[in-house]
């Protein structure tokens, strides 16, 4: 079994780790949008995790109802939030996706169970 070639594979471990740092900075500058209620709760999510804005639309509320207001509050927080989650899977899944793959990655390094 050939020897792994410690100094490629740093390399590549730092380059994925750049890569890494600059795609997390970017997802704070991105916003995902989720609603509820067919658009009288929207929240606002960054691709960090931090809700930015939560709307409600005057409408909505109804002193008579307001579990109504609390559901349709959580679901769209809890869209937004599983939005951004995927944003930020696409996006670090591009940068780690190889790790352990067929000729990817780290798997082309000839390490032991990548």
Avoid: C, W, Y
């Avoid at 750049?18 to 795609?23: F, G, H, L, R, S």
């Amino acid at each position: 079994m050939p020897q792994p070639n410690m100094q490629q594979m740093l390399k590549q471990v730092q380059k994925m780790q750049a890569e890494m740092m600059a795609a997390q900075e970017q997802l704070k500058d991105e916003v995902v949008e989720a609603s509820a209620g067919g658009g009288m709760v929207t929240v606002k999510v960054s691709g960090d995790l931090d809700v930015k804005s939560i709307a409600i639309d005057p409408e909505a509320v109804d002193p008579e109802d307001v579990e109504l207001l609390q559901d349709m509050v959580l679901a769209a927080v809890n869209e937004g939030l599983r939005a951004a989650q995927e944003l930020a899977s696409k996006k670090l899944g591009g940068i780690t996706g190889g790790l352990g793959g067929p000729g990817g990655g780290l798997g082309g390094l000839g390490l032991p169970g990548f």
